[in-house]
């Protein structure tokens, strides 16, 4: 099944950002990876990625354009959590959340 483009935006230094980039790895999913330096954060992050201007961030679909340019067509979404239950309901052969609602809920527990 043919995937949308996924940028990731980071922080090596972010264990948040950490946490979404381990699930991707986790599940196999091809992915940008861009970094963002969080003590001098590009001006064109907040208003184009996330606008609490906080990382991780994904921009998902749209055209596939350099990360520093994120298309209006793609959808943003950020917040660690969220995003490794997205990544998680778009390969859920990887099991990476379960479809099990008790397992689930331990599951997004552990995340925590």
């Given at each position: 099944m043919?995937?949308?483009q996924i940028t990731l935006?980071?922080?090596?230094?972010c264990?948040?950002?950490q946490r979404t980039e381990i699930a991707l790895a986790e599940v196999?999913?091809?992915f940008k990876r861009y970094e963002i330096n969080l003590e001098n954060k590009p001006e064109w992050y907040a208003p184009k990625v996330n606008r609490?201007?906080?990382v991780p961030a994904i921009a998902y679909g749209g055209p596939d354009v350099a990360p520093?340019?994120?298309?209006?067509?793609?959808?943003?979404?950020?917040e660690s959590l969220i995003l490794v239950e997205f990544i998680g309901d778009l390969?859920?052969?990887?099991?990476?959340?379960?479809?099990?609602p008790v397992l689930r809920?331990?599951?997004r527990f552990f995340i925590e």
């Open positions: 043919a995937r949308e935006y980071t922080a090596k230094v264990p948040y950002a196999g999913a091809p609490a201007s906080k520093e340019n994120p298309s209006p067509e793609s959808t943003k979404l950020a390969y859920p052969s990887s099991n990476i959340v379960p479809a099990d809920a331990k599951a």
